[in-house]
């Protein structure tokens, strides 16, 4: 199970990273969700817009054990992953 999340991870984010141009940081909503989902586990969710309109959600995760966080994948660009950041400090 480790070995598909680690391969699925990795995929994601070379879709991520070589399917969109620098474009993309101009193209992103400011709304960004955090939602817990178990004690010490929430989803982060930020969305790119497309030109045609269209919302696509991005997905990761924040993992709290003891005084330390881990954050499993970034947000959109990188101004959303400052505001993620920023949104974690208050929420968590």
């Keep these: 199970m480790n070995i598909r999340v680690t391969f699925s991870s990795i ?4 879709f991520h990273v070589f ?3 620098s474009e993309a940081e101009s193209k992103t909503s400011d709304e960004i969700q955090i939602t817990k989902l178990d004690d010490g586990v ?3 969710t930020s969305f ?7 919302k696509f959600p991005s997905n990761g995760l924040i993992i ?3 005084q330390n966080l881990t954050l499993i994948d970034t947000a959109w660009g ?3 992953t400052v505001k993620l950041l920023n949104a974690i400090e208050l929420k968590i």
């Design 48 to 54: 790119y817009i497309y030109p045609n309109g269209i």
């Design 11 to 14: 995929l994601v984010l070379t």
């Design 78 to 80: 990188e101004l959303q």
């Design 42 to 44: 929430w989803l982060h």
């Design 64 to 66: 709290k054990e003891g």
């Design 19 to 21: 399917s969109f141009n």
